[in-house]
């Protein structure tokens, strides 16, 4: 494992889990670094020397330093497992839809909802439920006769949006009036390498 990449994350969190999903479900060498996000670790040195923004997931790729779950996707499929990118200009530029769907609608709808509960953020609930009925049927219209959200295959675009929506239910979000998305996140789980993010109850965790 000398050549593993280190994988700086919280297990709780949404956008670590991306990252550790996709280096399973690519069979990419990696070790976990656990980062104590209740007890500030990420807002001392020297997490703060790895990303000054203080925020997990960070990987190390050797002398590569990157952060961001949706531009660490990027980097570790061109480098490692490029079939997770498709080769059709086209569908790549869906892929890049649903990365911008995943920072966008899907971190401030069911992703927020979830901050709320289990976090206890100060956010709006009615705001993000809004945000999370308008962005949740998009997905279910496209995923009618869809096994992914692009091409016939995963992509990154599955990854960077499953963990929130697959956990939007703990942020109050319900899930059961979309059978397609329900099918949809059944397929990814059923994927050889699939590793879940932990259920978390609500208010367990006062911050991060």
């Keep these: 494992m000398s050549n593993a990449i280190r994988i700086h994350s919280f297990e709780k969190s949404g956008h670590a889990h991306r990252i550790r999903l996709f280096a399973s479900l690519a069979g990419i060498a990696h070790t976990v670094v656990d980062v104590d996000l209740p007890g500030g670790e990420h807002k001392h040195a020297p997490f703060l020397a790895l990303n ?6 960070v990987i190390e790729d050797g002398d590569v330093v990157i952060s961001d779950s949706n531009a660490i996707l990027v980097y570790l499929a061109r480098k490692y497992a490029p079939s997770y990118i498709p ?13 911008t769907l995943a920072a966008g609608e899907v971190a401030f709808g069911p992703a927020a ?5 289990v976090f206890g953020a100060s956010l709006d609930p009615d705001v993000c439920q809004a945000i999370a009925d308008k ?3 998009k997905f279910e219209a496209h995923l009618q006769a869809r096994e992914f959200l692009v091409g016939g295959s995963v992509t990154i675009a ?3 949006n499953y963990s929130y ?7 109050g979000v319900s899930l059961e009036n979309y059978p397609n998305i329900l099918r949809w996140l059944s397929n990814i789980e059923a994927l050889p390498g ?3 993010m932990p259920a978390t109850a609500a ?3 006062a911050s991060v």
Excluded: M, N
């Design 165 to 171: 929506i697959a956990h939007a239910p703990e942020g």
């Design 52 to 57: 000054p923004v203080g925020q997990v997931p």
């Design 135 to 137: 962005v949740l049927p």
């Design 158 to 160: 599955d990854v960077a």
């Design 87 to 99: 080769h059709d200009p086209a569908d790549e530029a869906r892929v890049q839809q649903f990365l």
């Design 203 to 205: 208010g367990l965790v």
């Design 113 to 117: 909802a979830r901050l709320i509960t």
């Design 194 to 196: 699939f590793v879940p």
